[in-house]
């Protein structure tokens, strides 16, 4: 697969993720390991619903950008890549149902 073809892959998850409450506005970030070095991820403040092709930037395993305007939650996504080979694509959402259950019953969130 291509880095084209990724990243509009991501934007289709994206738009299914945002319509179904799992994405809101500019919350979350969708990531790809796109080779062994080079990492996708949605750049910052990009609305989900409207995202499109263009709204990623790229970076090295090692945290150089490449391409476009960081994400605040970059640190996460090339962590989770540099401790786990295994793994090709992150997504970090905020699902309602998990944000209303740190509100209703905030001591049985795991800490």
């Given at each position: 697969?291509?880095?084209?073809?990724?990243?509009?892959?991501?934007?289709?998850?994206?738009?299914?993720?945002?319509?179904?409450?799992?994405?809101?506005?500019?919350?979350g970030?969708?990531?790809?390991?796109?080779?062994?070095?080079?990492?996708?991820?949605?750049?910052?403040?990009?609305?989900?619903?409207?995202?499109?092709?263009?709204?990623?930037?790229?970076?090295?395993?090692?945290?150089?950008?490449?391409?476009?305007?960081p994400?605040?939650?970059?640190?996460?996504?090339?962590?989770?890549?540099?401790?786990?080979?295994?793994v090709?694509?992150?997504?970090?959402?905020?699902?309602?149902?998990?944000?209303?259950?740190?509100?209703?019953?905030?001591?049985?969130?795991?800490?």
């Open positions: 697969m291509n880095e084209n073809d990724i990243r509009n892959e991501l934007v289709k998850i994206s738009r299914h993720l945002h319509g179904r409450g799992h994405l809101v506005a500019a919350d970030n969708l990531s790809y390991r796109a080779s062994d070095k080079r990492i996708i991820i949605t750049e910052k403040k990009c609305t989900k619903s409207f995202m499109t092709a263009d709204d990623f930037f790229v970076l090295d395993i090692d945290n150089n950008m490449i391409e476009g305007s994400s605040s939650e970059l640190l996460m996504h090339t962590n989770v890549f540099r401790n786990r080979s295994e090709k694509c992150v997504i970090h959402a905020h699902p309602s149902v998990a944000i209303d259950g740190t509100i209703a019953k905030p001591d049985a969130m795991p800490r």
